[in-house]
C-alpha cells in the first residue's frame, strides 16, 4: 500500500512539473498567460485553427499580391496602347487622338487614355524610351564593325543608327521636338538626351571618368541637335545631305575637344611656370642681403 502511494505521488508530482514547464513557457513567449504567440491554437474539437493575427497577417499579404497584380496589369495595359497608338503618329501626330486609336487597336476602351497624365508627352517618352533599348541592341549586334572604325567615324555611324529611327516620323518630329521642349516635359526630355548621349560614348568605347567625360557628352549633344534639326530641312535622297553634315561635325567635335585639353594643358603649364618664377622671384626678394 505503502509503495503504490509513493508511485502516485510521484506521478502527480511529475505531471505538476510539466505543467509548471509548459505555463512558464507560455508566459515567456507571450506576454500573459493566453495572449496571441500568431501559432495556431487548438479548437475544442481537437483541430488547430489560425489566430486572429496571423489571419489579418495573411489577409494583408493577399491583398497587397493582388494590389500588385493590379498594377502590373496597369502598367501592360498602357503599354499596349502607347505601342499601338505609334502606328497612328504619322496620321495623327503625337497626340491624344492617336492613343485612342492605339487603346482600340488593342482591344482597350478608350477610357485607358485618360490614365496617362501627360498624354501626348507619354507617347513621345515611350517612342524615346523604346528607339534607346534599340540602339543598345543595335550597337552590340555591329560591335565587330564598329570597333573596327577611327572614333569620330565610330561616334557619327551610332548616332546616324539613332537618327536613322525617326525617319519614319519626320514628317511629325517637329511636333515631338515641341512637345518635349513644354516645361512640364523638358526635364524627362533632357534626362532621355543624356541618357543617349552617354549610351553613344559608350558604345563608340568610351570609358573615361574624369572631367573630359561631361565635355564629351556635352559637345555631342549640341551634335546630335544640330544634326536633328538639319534633318527636318534635308530633302536629300536617303537624307544624304544630313549625314555629311553630321559627319563633319563629329569631326569638328573631336577636334573641338582636343583643342580645348591642349588650352587646358597650356593653361597649367603657364600657371605652373608663373607660379615657380614668382616664387623665386619673392624668395630672391626677401632674401638678407649679405655682408
Known amino acids: 500500500m505503502a509503495v503504490a502511494l509513493a508511485h502516485h505521488q510521484q506521478a502527480f508530482t511529475n505531471s505538476y512539473i510539466r505543467n509548471s514547464s509548459t505555463e512558464s513557457f507560455s508566459w515567456s513567449v507571450g506576454s500573459e498567460p493566453g495572449a496571441s504567440t500568431g501559432a495556431p491554437s487548438p479548437n475544442d474539437d481537437g483541430f488547430s ?77 515611350f517612342f524615346m524610351d523604346e528607339c534607346n533599348h534599340q540602339l543598345q541592341d543595335e550597337i552590340e549586334a555591329r560591335e565587330k564593325e564598329l570597333s573596327s572604325m577611327l572614333l ?28 518635349q521642349a ?27 571618368t574624369d572631367m573630359d567625360w561631361y565635355t564629351k557628352r556635352a559637345l555631342l549633344g549640341g551634335v546630335y541637335t544640330a544634326t536633328e534639326l538639319y534633318m527636318l530641312t534635308d530633302f536629300s535622297a536617303g537624307h544624304r545631305d544630313t549625314w555629311a553634315f553630321l559627319e563633319r561635325r563629329i569631326k569638328d567635335a573631336i577636334n573641338c575637344r582636343k583643342t580645348t585639353q591642349e588650352v587646358s594643358h597650356l593653361a597649367q603649364a603657364v600657371g605652373t611656370g608663373l607660379s615657380n618664377s614668382l616664387s623665386g622671384l619673392f624668395n630672391k626678394g626677401f632674401q638678407s642681403p649679405k655682408f
Open 182 to 208: 513644354h516645361p512640364l516635359n523638358a526635364p524627362t526630355a533632357l534626362k532621355q538626351r543624356a541618357v543617349l548621349m552617354d549610351d553613344i560614348w559608350h558604345g563608340a568605347g568610351d570609358r573615361s
Open 49 to 125: 485553427k489560425p489566430s486572429p493575427a496571423s489571419a489579418a497577417g495573411a489577409g494583408a499579404n493577399q491583398e497587397q499580391r493582388t494590389h500588385s497584380g493590379e498594377e502590373e496589369d496597369a502598367i501592360d495595359e498602357k503599354t499596349q496602347v502607347l505601342r499601338a497608338a505609334m502606328a497612328h503618329v504619322q496620321k495623327l501626330g503625337w497626340t491624344e487622338a492617336a492613343l485612342v486609336a492605339g487603346a482600340r487597336d488593342a482591344g482597350l476602351s478608350p477610357a485607358i487614355v485618360g490614365s496617362f497624365p501627360r498624354k501626348d508627352a507619354a507617347l513621345v517618352e
Open 152 to 179: 569620330a567615324d565610330r561616334v557619327a555611324q551610332i548616332v546616324r543608327l539613332r537618327l536613322q529611327m525617326q525617319v519614319p516620323y519626320l514628317s511629325k518630329w517637329a511636333q515631338a521636338l515641341s512637345v
